[in-house]
T-cell receptor
Framework: EAGVAQSPRYKIIEKRQSVAFWCNPI?????LYWYQQILGQGPKLLIQ????????DSQLPKDRFSAERLKGVDSTLKIQPAKLEDSAVYLC????????????FGPGTRLTVT | QQQVKQSPQSLIVQKGGISIINCAYE??????FPWYQQFPGKGPALLIA?????SEKKEGRFTISFNKSAKQFSLHIMDSQPGDSATYFC?????????????FGAGTRLAVHP
């Protein structure tokens, strides 16, 4: 079974530029999560989708971050404009349901904002 | 209320020794407590998880001990091996209702020396 795919793996941008990350979850997984992991910290949930609907986006900085999940499969996370403090690894995860099902994480995208 | 506090920040253990990582939570509504293992450049992967109706769960060399009254849980790695060297995250969530928002601890970097 293929795992969660993310691209790009690395991205360097200047502050105030925009950036987009892509995630392809495990086939058949209804729930998709985007996490932000700042160096030296645990992952923090930004947004959770159930199929193509948003379940929780309470910690998503909506003035600059946006996310969508097209047709309940792939998802993109966008930052516009980026700030220095957005430098982090952005992790995508998926699970078959929304309960205590295992969340499978992708390798992440390391974003550096200069 | 939503925090999960993890200690120690880093841990050095000799091969064959026991590694112990501790976590404490505040929200008594949490009912799912997983541990994740993360290697450099990879996403976190589920190691073992426990629900609060049991006080201990063992899988191979990995054991979770859970103390509901103290609101604490810990990971014990028996016979620690160099291949166990990684960052370990505890997490907690309230999964009833089919909603699994994981709150992660800050992580423990484990180094097992040969």
């Amino acid at each position: 079974e293929a795992g969660v795919a993310q691209s790009p793996r690395y991205k360097i941008i200047e502050k105030r530029q925009s950036v987009a990350f892509w995630c392809n979850p495990i086939s058949g997984h209804a729930t998709l999560y985007w996490y932000q992991q700042i160096l030296g910290q645990g992952p923090k949930l930004l947004i959770q989708f159930q199929n193509n609907g948003v379940v929780d986006d309470s910690q998503l900085p909506k003035d600059r971050f946006s996310a969508e999940r097209l047709k309940g499969v792939d998802s993109t996370l966008k930052i516009q404009p980026a700030k220095l403090e957005d430098s982090a690894v952005y992790l995508c995860a998926s699970s078959s349901g929304g309960g205590p099902d295992e969340q499978y994480f992708g390798p992440g995208t390391r974003l550096t904002v200069t | 209320q939503q925090q999960v506090k993890q200690s120690p920040q880093s841990l050095i253990v000799q091969k064959g020794g026991i590694s112990i990582i501790n976590c404490a939570y505040e929200n008594t509504a949490f009912d799912y407590f997983p541990w994740y293992q993360q290697f450099p450049g990879k996403g976190p992967a589920l190691l073992i998880a426990i629900r609060p109706d049991v006080s201990e769960k063992k899988e191979g060399r990995f054991t979770i001990s859970f103390n509901k009254s103290a609101k604490q849980f810990s990971l014990h790695i028996m016979d620690s091996q160099p291949g166990d060297s990684a960052t370990y995250f505890c997490a907690a969530s309230k999964v009833s209702g089919g909603y699994n928002k994981l709150i992660f601890g800050a992580g423990t970097r484990l180094a097992v020396h040969p």
